[in-house]
């Protein structure tokens, strides 16, 4: 029996990527409600093979297309995929403000881990076969950046300024009845903006796909712990602190703790009426 399952484990592993079968441990986690595993994993692998062709596959020489083409493809992917974060960057951020539980955050960055490993040799597969450009993925150079501290700020700076922008659009701002189309597509916007600003590590602002276009690249997790330094400290740490700012400027808990100072929001609001009552005295 042994035998047999030791034959049918190595099969396996030579098939499929390093680490998917593992994220199987996490996507069982006790939750409450639907699990989102499946749906980070369906919604990873559209938003990459959507998100990353213009440029490659397609408009490799139009800026203007390749932009149009990239915020459709945020927005279709989000559609069709049902609503997921494909980052764990911003799945902790909405651990951070309350938005989802520890189990469903863990779930849904399995979830687009293992999207992220299927997608990229999907993609290479589907390339090869129409005979298109390869894809490309962010790539930390430690030879350019050998401390990785410009590479981490990068990460940093960018993903804090995404979830700004996450936050914004979803929860500050109405578009009315057309606030979804509206919102997904600044979000592109933004996104395709973010990646021109920030070139020195990518960007990524997501750490799987830092990580799972790696793993493509080479076969095997990074061996150098800078990679993990820039794709997955930097950035959810720039998570972390936009999340905190938020939490500051709206009044949300912060890892499930109330803030001693704040809400600026409420204050803004209560200074307006404070005034506009002095006025009538």
């Known amino acids: 029996m042994f035998s047999l399952l030791s034959s049918l484990t190595s099969q396996l592993s030579a098939v499929m990527p390093p680490g998917l079968i ?8 006790p939750l409450t409600g ?9 919604g990873t692998i559209i938003m990459v093979a959507l998100t990353f062709s213009p440029g490659k596959w397609i408009f490799s020489d139009a800026i ?3 932009w149009t083409v990239h915020a ?32 469903e955050m863990m779930i849904r960055i399995a979830g687009s881990m293992a999207g992220g490993l299927i997608a990229f040799p999907l993609c290479k597969i589907f390339s090869d076969s129409m005979g298109l450009t390869p894809l490309g993925g962010p790539e930390y150079n430690p030879e350019s950046d050998p401390d990785a501290s410009a590479s981490a700020f990068n990460e940093f700076a960018a993903t804090m300024l995404l979830a700004f922008l996450v ?7 109405n578009f009315g009845k057309f606030h979804y189309w509206i919102k997904q597509t600044l979000t592109a916007i933004g996104i395709r903006f973010l990646i021109v600003s920030f070139p020195t590590s990518g960007p990524a602002m997501n750490p799987m ?30 998570a972390v602190v936009a999340s905190f700012i938020y939490a500051v400027y709206s009044g949300s808990e912060f890892f499930g703790m109330k803030l001693p100072f704040g809400p600026i929001k409420g204050g803004e609001k209560a200074v307006v009426s404070s005034t506009k009552k002095k006025k009538k005295n």
């Open 22 to 29: 593992q994220t199987l441990a996490i996507a069982f986690f």
């Open 34 to 42: 639907t699990n989102p595993y499946l749906n980070e994993v369906v």
């Open 64 to 66: 203007v297309p390749q």
């Open 72 to 103: 459709m493809g945020v927005v279709t992917a989000d559609k069709l995929g049902g609503g997921q974060h494909v980052n764990p960057s911003m799945s902790v951020a909405m651990y951070a403000l309350g938005k989802c539980t520890y189990s």
């Open 167 to 173: 936050f914004a659009v979803n929860w500050e701002l």
């Open 209 to 238: 796909l830092g990580t799972t276009w790696a793993v493509f690249a080479t076969g095997k997790y990074p061996d150098d712990v800078r990679h993990y330094f820039v794709y997955w400290v930097a950035s959810m740490l720039g």
